[in-house]
């Protein structure tokens, strides 16, 4: 799939908003919390608006429960845009066991270092669910070659190579997610 231009954009804004919703019902009370924490600050946003304005009549209807912040809550705040890691922990994953923590971890860093606002506020949702970062590795990794900075294509491809492509140890869940995208 395509994440370039305003419809692009739209559809990744959409798929966002639907693995939300789905890690809203995680069996884990804090990956909820946070989701939803996640939710109530993207739909302030306005192109999370317009991305549930496009939706299905029912999962507008969810959605709507997370356009106002409730009461007492502190507004969420939003990390700056960070730096690709160049850390060999961050791109590389040996093992099964290690499989959920590494697409948790690179999902994260390369949401953190997105110049799309709604990226970065999932970034500690990320953090915490291999299902919702599994999800949004490809276009996080997408957006990561197509819309950052010059160099930023090699240095993800470089890393990638290294550390997962070319490791006879790399965890086949890690290539298949990497070869996916």
Known sequence: ???AGEEGM???HVTVLHSLLEAVLDPNVHVVDIAG???????GLEPYQRACASMHTSARRYLSVHERMRP???PMSVQERSALPSSREVWRCADSSSYPQWICSISSALARAS???GLRACSQVLEESAPFAEELFAPLLLLAVKGGEAGT???VGEYLT???LSE???HAAALRVVLGS
């Open 1 to 3: 799939v395509e994440y």
């Open 10 to 12: 739209l559809r990744l």
């Open 37 to 43: 924490t996640s939710l109530r600050h993207l739909m």
């Open 72 to 74: 007492g809550a502190a």
């Open 115 to 117: 110049p799309d606002e």
């Open 153 to 155: 294509a090699k240095r």
């Open 162 to 164: 290294q550390h997962v």
């Open 168 to 170: 006879k140890d790399s």
